[in-house]
């Protein structure tokens, strides 16, 4: 099993290259480069044409790209030309904010989605079957940034239940259990409107992988050395049906970010996604670089997590 | 001279390992066999899972690729041809084991008879489907069901319309892999009697693979027994069934089931002594590396694969 | 107490296709006495496993009408409660594909150690213990280290014996082998047999045996039922039906043997095919129409079984003027098309 773990983080070498290399290839590719949006009319072009020379914009692209990746290896993206800030203390607390809005969504969706699953592969053909199959059509139809409008608008100014921006009410002091409260209260609108939609491909991954498993040869054997239903179900096809669940949990990562980018947006909540948003309107392309580089660093080493929990849980890769 | 003659036949396959993936050792999926089919002979090709004979097969085919040795079809060395010299590949086709899975369920019968037609021969669409309704009616079926799918026929018939496929270019040989194991007896038998129909009626020669002795005795001529890529044993069928010589083929042989129930008790005391003679003697039969040794000839129908005497 | 361990009294399997239900197993009657084994012969589609599976409750969503009494007691209508206490007790089963039958997440002595966990009350290391016993009884060379392997880690072989000690565990009273051997190679398909001809000497237990291997019978059974069509259309002792069949379909059957004739010799070919469950024949002979050529008159309106010696029964008539015409030899060869 080291093996295969050592095997597959050696495989994410070249992916990580490729992937900073076309981050950056399409950074430069984008009209302009972090000054053009400073460029006061009044100032000298002399002056800018030296400052460019300072910041090494003038230098060949791969002599840009080793300096932009030595600094980004160890922690620095350079300057946001917005914020005048280091990128990296700009996108830390933004990211604290984004991994505990991902991981409420993520213990929610499997909340949600494991039971319902488990309920429709079950019991299919029923009707509570279908009603959690057309919750997932639905699911499947419904675009995330609407859905999340209308969860907004619901419970967030009609119900007045839930703040609707921001990520803690202000002026409470960190630490205190008041404001972890306000923290947990602020993300669970955003996380509970992205489980919502999330959810559906694992309740019908689950569901159509406990069918496949119920009709197994092994689960007839099973039956026929009187084991009773409840634990035909428990030790045998739930074992080998939450497995795909587990290897799916690297994709759900991925999706994950692609969820955060709208609903930060729409919920005004200070996190990597909202941060990516605006400093794509706002041209701040030492920020767009550096997030776009960690969603895809997230991608990759979800993909990696799937692999080694699979290869943890099931004996037949084990092995290899 | 032999019609197909495989000489010293190698295919290894790279077993990858290591953190880098690189190859650290080979399978020897088929080690050094030799054979020779005459014309219109039935070849056949025993062993059990894993001994090499389907891959023995689909090398003549070229649909594996040959490490070392050489297959020579009436007279040319066909073993690496390439391009527009693979005019050879008409005169040889397979017959495959699954009747259900080796037939494309969505496709017509006239589209799944007709693909060799197509990929060898310019007809017309008009053309081809008077061949296709030929070929049915050769292998016994309507030429009505041009029109049908797959599904719509029963296991023997859907057997036959992969020899209809197999025989569209008029080959020369044909490569039957179990072509009746997942079939039920009575049906095997309609296909079994098939083949051998077609065989005098187009002058086939066939390699017949089975790990079913009882249909290999029924249907060949020569018989060779492979056992972890390489023979054992080769010969006759008489020669192979009254008078087999390893120690692997008479435990094969043993292993027929008797359908005279009157024997179990005779057939029980057999299977035993065949068994104590594989224990006490099996250094005799196979090297260090429990693999069977070259070929020796003990008659002009017979050889078998010993120690050399010194 | 009688020597009957099972007793299948008017047994009707239907399945539902769309809105009707139709029987794959039509009216059947078998007795199993203690230590003996019954063979269940016939083509794919004939009902044999169906059988087997209604007798061991493994059905879903079949209706099964009749009687099934397994020592004295009808298991048709028990609840799953009492059946789970037989099942894997009293009654074990054999499967065909030793690959698909094991848990592939499951260590394999966890696997056979469920059998005995859910109907005995042993300790962690009695059970244990008794496992490895098991795996030494089935002949597993190095059963400690089998223990803790996987299925995908054993040979077809290795796979068929953990089967078989999954299904011996609790010494069962009745062991029903579908196609045990089907799916491995000829010698360990003897080395199999072999092993659980001796089992049953140990075990003292009934065994039924579906198989469509003629062969296979001729090695094991002492009774042989042949089916077709989801009706038992001959049954009797093994010696008779291989020396004196009487039924068109069992003879058909052996001569389709390629054992049975000379070499490179025509093999006897059934004409037309088996009919799917929805064609099946509900009325007059179900193989007549396999027969073309015996006349209507030949056949009885609603075959019975008919007792021609002690044990020996042949449904319909038919049986009584039978024989392979010459003149029907060359459309033989080929079957209908």
Redesign the interface.
């Known amino acids: 099993m080291w093996k295969f773990t050592v095997r597959r983080m050696l495989i994410m070498i070249p992916q990580l290259i490729l992937l900073s290399l076309l981050i950056f290839i399409m950074a430069q590719m984008m009209p302009g480069d972090a000054l053009t949006g400073l460029i006061d009319p009044s100032v000298d072009p002399e002056t800018i044409e030296q400052q460019r020379e300072k910041l090494g914009l003038n230098e060949p692209w791969h002599v840009q790209y080793a300096d932009w990746v030595s600094g980004a290896v160890q922690g620095d993206f350079g300057q946001s030309f917005r914020f005048k800030m280091p990128v990296t203390d700009l996108m830390m607390e933004r990211m604290i904010n984004t991994f505990w809005l991902s991981l409420v969504t993520l213990i929610i969706t499997y909340i949600i989605s494991i039971p319902l699953g488990i309920t429709s592969g079950r019991y299919n053909d029923t009707w509570a079957d279908q009603a959690i199959t057309s919750y997932t059509y639905i699911g499947f139809a419904t675009p995330l940034f609407i859905f999340a409008l209308v969860m907004l608008w619901i419970f967030g100014f009609y119900f007045g239940w839930f703040p609707t921006g921001g990520s803690v009410k202000p002026g409470l002091e960190p630490g205190t259990f008041e404001y972890i409260l306000s923290r947990f209260n602020h993300l669970l609108l955003p996380a509970i409107s992205m489980s919502l939609i999330a959810t559906v491909s694992t309740v019908q991954y689950l569901r159509n992988d406990i069918i496949d498993t119920k009709q197994k040869d092994f689960i007839i054997t099973a039956r026929s050395k009187g084991a009773p239903e409840s634990r035909v179900y428990n030790r045998h096809i739930l074992r080998n049906s939450l497995l795909p669940i587990a290897a799916f949990f690297g994709y759900e990562l991925t999706g994950l970010i692609g969820g955060t980018v709208f609903v930060e947006t729409i919920f005004s909540y200070p996190g990597m996604g909202q941060l990516f948003i605006e400093s794509i309107t706002l041209r701040d392309y030492s920020v767009v670089t550096a997030t776009t580089l960690l969603f895809g660093v997230a991608a990759v080493l979800g993909t990696l997590i799937s692999d080694i929990i699979l290869s943890i849980v099931d004996p037949r890769i084990r092995i290899k | 001279m032999a019609f197909l003659e495989i000489k010293d036949l190698k295919v290894h396959f790279p077993i990858k390992g290591g953190i880098f993936g690189r190859t650290v050792d080979h399978i020897k999926a088929v080690d050094g066999v030799s054979l020779a089919v005459e014309k219109g002979m039935t070849y056949g090709l025993v062993g059990e899972s894993g001994s090499g004979k389907t891959t023995t097969g689909r090398a003549v085919l070229g649909l594996n690729k040959v490490t070392d040795g050489k297959i020579i079809y009436n007279g040319r060395d066909i073993t690496s041809l390439r391009g527009s010299k693979l005019d050879y590949r008409k005169d040889i086709q397979m017959i495959f084991q699954d009747p259900y899975s080796s037939l494309n369920p969505k496709k017509r019968v006239l589209d799944i008879v007709s693909e060799p037609l197509k990929n060898y021969e310019k007809l017309s669409r008009q053309e081809i489907k008077k061949r296709v309704q030929e070929l049915l009616e050769l292998v016994g079926l309507s030429p009505e069901s041009i029109v049908k799918y797959p599904h719509q026929f029963s296991g023997g018939q859907r057997q036959r319309i992969g020899v209809a496929r197999a025989i569209a270019l008029k080959p020369k040989i044909i490569i039957a892999d179990e072509p009746v194991s997942a079939l039920d007896v009575s049906v095997q038998a309609q296909v079994l009697n098939f083949m051998q129909d077609i065989q005098s009626e187009l002058d086939l020669t066939y390699i017949f693979i089975s790990h079913d002795l009882g249909v290999i005795k029924h249907m060949c001529d020569h018989i060779g027994i492979m056992y972890r890529g390489r023979y054992v044993e080769e010969g006759t069928t008489e020669a192979i069934f009254n008078d087999p010589q390893h120690i692997y083929t008479k435990r094969l042989v043993a292993a027929i089931p008797d359908i005279n129930p009157r024997n179990r008790e005779k057939q029980l005391h057999f299977r035993q002594e065949v068994e104590t003679e594989y224990e006490q003697s099996y250094n005799d039969y196979f090297d260090e590396d429990g693999l069977a040794f070259q070929l020796q000839t003990i008659s002009d129908k017979h050889s078998v694969a010993l120690p050399e005497r010194s | 107490m009688s020597n009957e361990l099972l007793q299948i009294k008017n047994l009707k399997t239907s399945f539902r296709i769309g809105d009707d239900y139709y029987a794959a197993v039509d009216d059947v009657h078998l007795t199993l006495n203690k230590n003996e084994t019954l063979a269940i012969v016939g083509?794919?589609g004939c009902g044999k496993s169906a059988l087997a599976f209604s007798v061991?409750g493994?059905h879903n969503r079949a209706k099964i009408e009749g009687n099934i009494l397994f020592k004295d007691q009808d298991i048709v209508n028990i609840s799953?409660?009492n059946?789970?206490?037989?099942?894997?007790?009293d009654m074990?089963?054999i499967?065909q594909?030793p690959l698909?039958?094991?848990?592939?997440?499951?260590m394999i002595g966890d696997q056979i150690g469920?059998?005995i966990f859910?109907?005995d009350n042993l300790t962690k290391d009695q059970r244990k213990a008794k496992v490895i016993d098991l795996l030494n009884k089935v002949g597993i060379p190095r059963a400690e280290h089998t223990y803790t392997q996987?299925p995908?880690?054993l040979s077809?072989g290795m796979r068929q014996r953990v089967?078989i000690a999954?299904a011996i565990a609790n010494d069962p009273e009745l062991l029903i082998a579908d196609e045990p051997t089907t799916a491995l190679?000829?010698?360990?398909?003897?080395q199999i047999l072999?092993l659980i001809n001796e089992l049953k000497q140990d075990m003292h237990a009934g065994i039924i045996l579906i198989t469509?291997?003629?062969?296979?019978v001729?090695?094991m059974?002492d009774r042989v039922a042949v089916m077709y069509a989801g009706e038992i259309v001959e049954i009797t002792d093994?010696?008779t039906l291989?020396e004196d069949p009487l039924h068109p379909y069992t003879k058909?059957?052996l001569n389709?043997?390629?054992?049975?004739?000379q070499?490179?010799e025509?093999?006897?070919?059934?004409q037309g095919?088996?009919p799917s469950l929805q064609h099946l024949p509900r009325t007059g002979c179900r193989f007549s129409a396999r027969i073309p050529w015996v006349p209507e008159s030949e056949h009885e309106e609603h075959p019975q079984l008919h007792e021609v010696r002690p044990g020996h029964f042949v449904r319909c008539t038919c049986y009584k003027s039978f024989e392979f015409p010459e003149a029907h030899k060359e459309e033989q060869?080929?079957?209908i098309?």
């Open positions: 083509e794919s061991m493994l799953s409660n059946l789970n206490k037989l099942r894997g007790k074990a089963m499967f594909d698909t039958a094991l848990n592939p997440l499951m469920e059998t859910l109907h996987y995908h880690e077809g089967i999954m190679d000829a010698t360990i398909q003897s072999g469509h291997d003629l062969g296979v001729a090695e059974a093994v010696l291989f058909s059957l389709s043997m390629p054992t049975s004739v070499a490179k025509k093999l006897h070919v059934i095919i088996v060869r080929h079957g098309s």
